[in-house]
């Protein structure tokens, strides 16, 4: 695996609310700041922005596309209530306009240009690029698992979700 030659690509980010609209705008900001040549596209909830926010966006050289939310029901088993929008980011497999997306979250700075990710050479169409995510719990939620451990796992076949616990 290498990198391969540039793609039509983007930088994806999920807005469910206006209140992380200035995080984008940063993220944006951000992109710019370290000379990425990708665009960051939002996708955002059917009306849960303003037509003001929308404007900001557009302003910012965003792209916008609109999304509706997927709903599930949690029965309870979603830790917070801002998790509740988690699945609609599975809209980013619609994207079938682009090669290759990067999501990023709505609340991140760019220190360094990530451009090479659009360029890593999956094996093949089916694969995904994954990093680790966060298995903390810094607000001391009693319903995470008491331990977790954080591993790396850069490519995941066929959009399988792996949890790894470790109990000690």
Known sequence: MGLKNPVNGAYIVLLTSDSYVIGVEVLQWS??????????????????????????????????????RLEVNNNGYLAQSY?????????????????????????????QNLDELMTLDLPDETWIGASSACLCNPMQVPTYPKHWFVCLILFVEKCITITISQNQ
């Open 31 to 68: 992109l710019r700041q370290v000379n990425s040549k990708y665009p960051l596209v939002v996708l955002y909830i059917s009306g849960a922005l303003s037509e003001e926010n929308l404007g900001r966006l557009e302003k910012a050289g965003c792209g916008l596309k609109e999304v509706e």
């Open 83 to 111: 998790y509740a929008d988690l699945f609609t980011n599975l809209h980013v497999f619609n994207l079938t306009e682009y090669e290759q997306v990067v999501m990023l979250d709505a609340d991140m700075v760019v220190r």
